[in-house]
């Protein structure tokens, strides 16, 4: 289990404290830590009986590069990348294990769910069914990604100028990313929805400058990744209709920070999947 942590320390307790409620305890948890300090030392101390946990220390920021570096150090089969703010139900190896059981495959995941079960952070499908190109926006999301070791550093492992803290304008959607790269090399995915785990869910003001420019450079990493992996045009239009249509509707009933929102997220898209490199064109048969 790598985890990417930096700003944070006292945020990973329920996640170690739900990673000792698991029925089972043959795993490592690898926290990458990108932090100056030595802030996390009394939080992974007071597990260290309990869990085995290896502390990386790297000054590398990027959430995709420290995921990295800790698959490197990984010892396992599979990993999973935890977010250092989720939690899991004490089930859920219990309930991974299952699925791999009963769904052999090379990566599976689950849904963001709130303890009520409904879904948070995005929409997911409601019904199992294999990972495939035209689902990967729905049934996907990082800390509920685990993949055989073998088949990430197959796939190349997340691209690291995608992401959270790489400075690109391409915020997000690495592991749609990686869920595409492993397909296109053969590997299996599956997705359940009775796998779940939780997150705490961002309830802030969503018209603030902040949060406006997050989404934008977020909203850039969803046209930058369908255009490097060969989506066509007519595939891509329905995400830059729909924040089209926010802006005249917030507009119209009189909301300007949700349309400022909307067009920031469309100009992001726009701007991503124009400047994404284009897949190579299939080559031609030629006819002697």
């Known amino acids: ?17 739900s990673l000792c409620g698991q029925s089972r305890r043959d795993f490592e948890v690898i926290v990458v830590d990108q932090n100056p300090d030595d802030r996390l030392v009394p939080v992974l101390a007071s597990k260290g ?31 999973l990348f935890p977010d250092d703010d989720c939690w899991y139900p004490d089930d859920f190896l219990g309930r991974l294990d299952a699925v791999r059981a009963s769904h052999p495959a090379d990566f599976y995941s689950g ?3 709130a303890p009520d079960g409904r879904d948070i952070m995005g929409a997911f499908e409601s019904s199992a069914m294999p990972i495939t190109r035209a689902n990967v926006w729905t049934t996907l999301i990082e800390w509920m990604l685990t993949v055989r070791k073998a088949a990430f550093t197959e796939a190349g492992g997340f691209d690291e100028n995608i992401g959270p803290g790489a400075k690109t304008p391409w915020g997000a959607y690495e592991v749609q990313d990686l869920a595409l790269n492993l397909l296109a090399h053969g590997r299996r995915g599956y997705y359940d929805p009775s796998l779940t785990g939780h997150h705490p869910e961002d309830l802030s003001d969503r018209t603030t400058a902040t949060n406006i420019a997050k989404m ?16 066509a045009l007519p595939a891509f239009l329905p995400s830059l209709l729909r924040p089209l249509a926010g802006v005249a509707v917030y507009t119209a009933s009189g909301k300007p920070g949700m349309a400022r929102r909307s067009w920031q997220i469309f100009l992001g898209r726009w701007t991503g999947w124009r400047d994404a490199p284009r897949p190579p064109e299939p080559e031609k048969a030629r006819v002697s």
């Open 1 to 17: 289990m790598v985890v990417a942590t930096l700003g944070r320390s006292d945020e990973l307790s329920p996640l170690l404290q």
């Open 49 to 79: 009986a309990e869990l085995n946990i290896v502390h990386l220390r790297t000054d590398r920021h990027g959430v995709c590069r420290a995921r990295n570096l800790g698959a490197a150090h990984a010892r396992g089969e599979w990993l």
């Open 216 to 231: 934008r450079v977020y909203s850039g990493g969803l046209g930058y990744v369908m255009r490097r992996h060969g989506y």
């Open 111 to 113: 849904r963001a769910a």
